[in-house]
C-alpha cells in the first residue's frame, strides 16, 4: 500500500537533468582549472613561508653578530676611558714634562704678570 500526501503549492520538485553515459568535456575543465589554481596557490604560498622562515634566520644572525660587535665595542670604549683617565692625570702630565721635555717649574723671580 502507498500513500501519497499532497505537497504544498510552494514546494515544487526539481526536475532532474536528463542522465547521459557521458560527461561533456566543458563540464571537468571548469572543476579541473580551479584545482589547478588552488593547488598552485597553495604551492606558491608555501614557498613564500619557506623564503620568508630562511630571510628571518639570514637577518636573526646578522643581528647578533651585530649586537656581539657592540658588546666588544662597549668593552673596547671602557677601557679607553680608562687609559685617557690615566693619560690625563696631572701628576703624570707633569712627571712627563720634566722627564721626556725637559720643563721645569719657574723660579718665582721669573713669573711675569701683566696686569693692566
Known amino acids: ?3 501519497s500526501l499532497p505537497l504544498p503549492r510552494w514546494f515544487k520538485a526539481k526536475e532532474e537533468p ?63 676611558l680608562l687609559e685617557q683617565g690615566t693619560l690625563a692625570a696631572n701628576n703624570r702630565v707633569e712627571s712627563v714634562a720634566i722627564k721626556r721635555l725637559g720643563m721645569r717649574i719657574p723660579e718665582q723671580v721669573e713669573v711675569i704678570r701683566d696686569e693692566r
Open 18 to 80: 536528463p542522465i547521459s553515459g557521458l560527461i561533456e568535456p566543458a563540464e571537468l575543465i571548469k572543476p579541473g582549472l580551479l584545482l589547478f589554481c588552488l593547488v598552485g596557490g597553495l604551492v606558491v604560498s608555501a614557498l613564500l613561508v619557506i623564503w620568508s622562515a630562511h630571510q628571518y634566520r639570514v637577518l636573526f644572525n646578522q643581528q647578533q653578530e651585530l649586537v656581539q660587535q657592540w658588546d666588544e665595542l662597549q668593552v673596547e670604549w671602557g677601557q679607553l
Open 1 to 3: 500500500m502507498k500513500l
